[in-house]
């Protein structure tokens, strides 16, 4: 699932594309995307863009009746809102272009291109919902605080709020904004601290590791996909990148001290973590394998 770093990537090439120009038509290609009936699809169309945006993982695009930021009081803007979900992703092409055949959901004409969401694979959670006014806007906001606007005491009072795993905690869009499944894994691995650690009993020294690690990681992310993305649009958004140090390297050596990099998983879900760097070398139990093994599951690194 795209998160914070690719969703502002994702944000950057959007404003310089489709800021202040006039959206012509939208094309739903695939009826389940719309999830919204009111305000309906033509509200839309003919309008300008005014403000380009996110909540949490959602992309917002404020739409209006002229092209200036600033609308006119009587006016309640109307905002596009995107979920990407796991699999869906944005694409830039030229104006009215025909969008890809089985993976194209919907496709926005604007005066100078065409937006097309598309999503890979059979099932069906990317979606588009129409709101009308900034309050309605504000009411799908999760509540979770974006890291990087945070200072250390607003961090840990969301931290402490309630007492879950920090990989719980981190990936809560409640708690916090914009990270999920990837990045927790890196920023808990640069700031060696286990994913099953509870959040309630954390010392304060930790606390503040898990927020530099938090900003570094996603400061250190963000630049590095603007370097590789350029002023091109973003074409490779992936939860997977060589240069990540455990997200997606299961039984690879970790950067940092050569052990095989572990994982836990459940349901559709993995925990990637180096059990020298985080845990003290202790191997965490995955609720499938350690079941299996019993007794022979091993207790550390070193005995694995």
Known sequence: MPELPDITVYLDALEARILHHQLHTVRILNPFVLRTVDPPLSAIEGKFVTSVGRIGKRITIGMSDTSMVQVAAAEEPIFIVIHLMIAGRLRWVAANASAPKKIALAAFDFDNGT?????AGTTRRASISLVRGMQALHEIDRGGINVLASDLATFTQQLRKENHTLKRSLTDPRLFDGIGNAYSDEILHRAKLSPVALSK???????QTLYNASRAILTEWIARLREQTGDKFPERVTAFHDEMAVHG???????????????????????????????GGRLLADRALSRLLKKDWP???DEL
């Open 201 to 207: 009993s954390l010392p304060d020294t930790d606390v």
């Open 115 to 119: 937006l097309i969401l598309t999503e």
């Open 249 to 279: 390297k299961y039984g690879k050596p970790c950067p940092v001290c050569q052990s095989p990099v572990q994982r836990i998983r459940y349901a559709t879900n993995e925990t990637n973590y180096c059990a020298r760097c985080q845990t």
């Open 299 to 301: 207790k550390s690194i």
